[in-house]
């Protein structure tokens, strides 16, 4: 494109590209020019449909789908869970290229269904995992696709006042033992660490649940006495976010039915699961 802009797809001056992390099931990689970083993007894989979405420097957050289309594209519709929109494109011959808008972009965060209908290009797509890849997207574009700068400069993410009627969360800097384990969610499976924490007034335990290479969420759980928990997330280095009150069969804990609304926003469309043995 020029002028320090690049298409996350098919773009001739990006010359390499590099796998970063993997996350909910997205792969997010980074693509560089002969000159040096170009952009990151997060691509899923499914039958019958290739999509990623990433951005550059710019930053304009860009769509692609894998379809054999060249040129401008019919004006066409943006739907997310029912909410339209009317949105071009242009095709490489590869792929479909789209530019959303930033209220766009975020109701893809928050959604649950997507369709793209521009004339003969016509996907529909399950949404899943998209609150947490734009996340590790950000940072990709923040350590310039390079995950090795990720992991030197990664720090615990700092504790947060919480909002609303979100109860007061365990500070995860004042650690005390610390184990190995094995922990699973819906998208991933990995060696994980769990340090004890000082629990707040009236529950029983508190512990951080985390990947050390950062590939993966880190999780405060804070424990009362009928094994309900207080449970906070964080993605990479962002500030914790309050997920709500879980229950456990045991092994694993998930989210309780009724939230508060602020939670229900927090916990978006992802499947929450958290298993640790």
Not at 80 to 97: C, M
Not at 111 to 131: A, C, D, P
Not at 133 to 158: H, T, W
Request: glycine letters at 10%.
């Amino acid at each position: 494109m020029g002028d320090d802009s690049f298409n996350i797809v098919d773009d001739p001056e990006v010359t390499q590209g590099d796998f970063y992390a993997e996350v909910r099931g997205w792969n997010v990689f980074s693509g560089s020019t002969d000159q040096g970083f170009a952009f990151c993007a997060a691509e899923m894989e499914l039958p019958g449909l290739t999509w990623r979405f990433g951005y550059d420097a710019s930053p304009q957050w860009q769509i692609a789908v894998k379809h054999r289309f060249s040129g401008e594209t019919p004006y066409g519709t943006f739907d997310v869970d029912g909410h339209k929109s009317g949105i071009s494109g242009w095709g490489s011959g590869e792929w479909v290229i789209l530019w959303p808008h930033k209220g766009e972009y975020n109701a893809i965060a928050s959604g649950n269904r997507m369709e793209i209908h521009l004339g003969e290009i016509w996907y529909e797509m399950q949404l899943k995992g998209t609150s947490a890849a734009p996340l590790k997207v950000q940072e990709c574009v923040a350590n310039r696709g390079n995950p090795e700068r990720a992991m030197a400069s990664a720090q615990p993410p700092a504790p947060v006042r919480s909002a609303g009627g979100a109860p007061r969360m365990p500070d995860p800097n004042r650690r005390g033992e610390e184990f190995v384990g094995n922990c699973q969610t819906d998208y991933a499976s990995y060696r994980c660490m769990a340090a004890t924490l000082t629990p707040t007034v009236g529950n029983a335990k508190a512990e951080l649940i985390y990947d050390a290479f950062g590939s993966e969420p880190n999780y405060i759980i804070q424990t009362d006495k009928n094994d309900i928990s207080e449970v906070w997330v964080s993605f990479g280095s962002d500030p914790y976010k309050y997920m709500g009150r879980w229950n456990t069969d045991g092994r694993c804990r998930g989210p309780l039915q009724n939230q508060d609304p602020q939670v229900v926003a927090n916990l978006g469309h992802d499947s929450w699961k958290l298993c640790v043995e």
